[in-house]
T-cell receptor, first 119, second 109 residues
């Protein structure tokens, strides 16, 4: 099956620093990647949709200047949390969509997630 | 608007059968997915329905009624390892997924 990796898996940082999270599709090309945030005992909240070679589409309420997304290639998307604060502490998960051809269904394959703790 | 509803928590006994319901009202529909998520881990794909009816996959089955905006996930022969959160997600015209709040299932011995 398709594999998506995320790095790092754990980040602890001081308030005010920036943190970069990488999401890679290892064995397929992903024209679309998604970034989610998940707080404890809650469901996934879509933050943005990232398309290769174009600007990301952010969901309402998500600050694009704070959460910078770059989708530079068909296998890599990055999320940078700029000037992180304690309220940004969360579980960040990326996913990538594998296109199987016209009319075929497309699931999202999820990375293992990155747990961010801002002190 | 987008609205997906699931029960918050369910409890069942090992070896039993449990049905997790999902109702949805979304602006677009291109299929419904079910995912399993263990605590602290990313979701894993379980099933997909785009046409009405039942899809069976081993111990897991998923049902869809598009006219009623309703789906359920059926888990048979429950095992302790099935204790997890179960998320239904609607494919919104192929653009993105809208996730439900998730159902936390506890399987008791």
């Amino acid at each position: 099956g398709a594999v998506v990796s995320q790095h790092p898996s754990w980040v602890i940082c001081k308030s005010g620093t920036s943190v970069k999270i990488e999401c890679r599709s290892l064995d397929f090309q992903a024209t679309t990647m998604f970034w989610y945030r998940q707080f404890p005992k809650q469901s996934l909240m879509l933050m943005a949709t990232s398309n290769e070679g174009s600007k990301a589409t952010y969901e309402q309420g998500v600050e694009k200047d704070k959460f910078l997304i770059n989708h530079a290639s068909l296998t890599l998307s990055t999320l940078t949390v700029t000037s992180a604060h304690p309220e940004d502490s969360s579980f960040y998960i990326c996913s990538a969509r594998e296109r199987e051809g016209q009319g075929a269904w497309e699931t999202q394959y999820f990375g293992p997630g990155t747990r961010l703790l801002v002190l | 608007g987008q609205n997906i509803d699931q029960p918050t928590e369910m409890t069942a006994t090992e070896g039993a059968i449990v049905q997790i319901n999902c109702t949805y009202q979304t602006s677009g529909f291109n299929g419904l997915f079910w995912y399993q998520q263990h605590a602290g881990e990313a979701p894993t794909f379980l099933s997909y329905n785009v046409l009405d009816g039942l899809e069976e996959k081993g111990r897991f089955s998923s049902f869809l009624s598009r006219s009623k905006g309703y789906s359920y996930l059926l888990l048979k022969e429950l095992q302790m390892k099935d204790s997890a959160s179960y998320l239904c997600a609607v494919d919104n015209y192929g653009q993105n997924f809208v996730f439900g709040p998730g159902t936390r299932l506890s399987v008791l011995p």
